[in-house]
């Protein structure tokens, strides 16, 4: 299962560097996410997830002209603590393996950059001086 966490872009930094990072909500399509939703097919499914996920990276920003941060996990039910009606709890802190890709947020909160995961290191020093 894919889950989209919020971040700010000091919290990446430390994932990158330690390895693991303690979760809040990953935000998943969870058996309730896709009964209440069961019109959208599951890529829109996933960018509606991904915008719950935009609009709370947005509200994690250091001041308003440093940007939003979604890092996209994948996770095995056995990882899944919990399920709530859009998102999971991790039992255990995640590894910087899960990460699939990075989403930088635009101000506005309605574009997505992705950003795959070789270039997230390479983009940190970046997003930092932001």
Same mark, same amino acid.
Request: charged share 25%.
């Given at each position: 299962?894919?889950?989209?966490?919020?971040?700010?872009?000091?919290?990446? @930094?430390?994932?990158?560097?330690?390895?693991s990072?303690?979760?809040?909500? !990953?935000?998943?399509?969870? &058996? $309730?996410?896709?009964? +209440?939703?069961? %019109?959208? %097919?599951?890529?829109e499914?996933?960018f509606? !997830? @991904?915008?719950?996920a935009? %609009?709370? +990276?947005? #509200?994690?920003r250091?001041?308003? $002209?440093?940007?939003?941060?979604?890092? +996209?996990?994948?996770? =095995? %039910?056995? #990882?899944? /603590? #919990?399920?709530?009606?859009?998102?999971?709890?991790? $039992? *255990?802190? /995640?590894?910087? #393996? =899960?990460?699939?890709? +990075?989403?930088?947020? @635009? *101000?506005?909160?309605?574009?997505?950059?992705?950003?795959?995961?070789?270039? &997230?290191? =390479?983009? !940190? @020093?970046?997003w930092? $001086? *932001?």
């Amino acid at each position: 299962m894919r889950g989209y966490l919020p971040v700010s872009v000091e919290e990446i @930094s430390d994932f990158l560097n330690s390895g693991s990072m303690e979760c809040g909500p !990953l935000y998943a399509p969870t &058996i $309730k996410f896709l009964t +209440a939703n069961n %019109d959208l %097919d599951e890529e829109e499914g996933e960018f509606a !997830l @991904s915008m719950l996920a935009a %609009d709370e +990276a947005l #509200e994690l920003r250091t001041s308003d $002209k440093s940007p939003g941060f979604i890092l +996209a996990l994948e996770v =095995s %039910d056995q #990882e899944i /603590a #919990e399920h709530g009606e859009n998102y999971v709890n991790l $039992k *255990a802190p /995640a590894a910087w #393996e =899960s990460v699939q890709c +990075a989403f930088l947020v @635009s *101000a506005d909160g309605e574009e997505l950059t992705w950003f795959a995961t070789q270039e &997230i290191s =390479s983009s !940190l @020093s970046q997003w930092l $001086k *932001a």
